[in-house]
């Protein structure tokens, strides 16, 4: 994805472009400290995807936006929370608090990753997921289940396993909905790699994970929707 950043704060401009380039998907094409410059690129250049600060001396990022006859995704990058609801009515990709970190960062492209291949009529076939100081693109198919374990996610691939530092809520928002579920409050499992379930847990290869009670109708619903055979147990 092409992206550009605008920000009336140089640091922040720099942090964006540090961030960017630790992307594999990303291309940070330009950064722009007046929104009026900016406005003038995007006529002339493709752009996918737009970090846009909020708060800037001559035009609000919000109302900045509004300008354009066909805005980019965005991203707004701001030191205030209180904008948060109105940029989500913008249909915002999403909301970064400053000073953000690179995981979170990362997240927030993930998400505009997938809406991107939604909206060109493709299917995202893989993520990337920060190992260490590395961003090692991982296929979906090659995921197995995703198991917490403390303040990381350690993701069970068919040849392999990586560890993540991750919250269970940043992990379910980088894997699609419909391949993956959380059946329990410590394990996410891929939908196609379940062999049988019962009430009481499922089995993926040679594990057997257990379904914890309150994700119980996440099943329920992952049996209506596919309809499995009602003899498999």
Not at 8 to 25: G, Q, T
Not at 56 to 61: N, R
Not at 205 to 214: A, L, Q, R, T
Request: proline share 4%; aromatic share 10%.
């Amino acid at each position: 994805m092409t992206a550009i950043a605008i920000d009336d704060e140089p640091i922040a401009l720099e942090i964006i472009k540090s961030h960017a380039s630790k992307v594999p998907f990303l291309e940070l094409k330009e950064t722009f400290t007046n929104a009026f410059e900016a406005a003038e690129y995007l006529q002339k250049e493709k752009t996918d995807l737009l970090f846009l600060d909020i708060k800037m001396p001559d035009i609000s990022g919000m109302e900045f936006l509004k300008t354009l006859s066909h805005p980019p995704m965005a991203i707004f990058t701001t030191a205030y929370s209180e904008h948060a609801v109105q940029s989500f009515e913008l249909d915002a990709v999403d909301y970064l608090l400053k000073p953000f970190s690179l995981s979170r960062f990362l997240k927030a492209c993930n998400k505009a990753q997938e809406l991107y291949f939604l909206r060109n009529n493709h299917q995202s076939a893989f993520i990337f997921i920060k190992s260490g100081y590395e961003q090692i693109r991982v296929d979906l198919s090659e995921i197995l289940y995703v198991e917490s374990a403390g303040n990381y996610m350690n993701f069970i691939l068919t040849e392999s396993k990586i560890l993540s530092r991750m919250s269970m809520e940043e992990t379910l928002d980088i894997l699609p909905k419909e391949k993956f579920i959380r059946i329990h409050r410590s394990f996410i499992v891929a939908v196609d790699k379940i062999e049988k379930a019962d009430r009481h847990q499922v089995w993926i290869n040679d594990m057997v994970i257990p379904i914890g009670k309150s994700y119980e109708e996440n099943l329920h619903l992952l049996e209506n929707k596919h309809s499995p055979n009602p003899n498999t147990e």
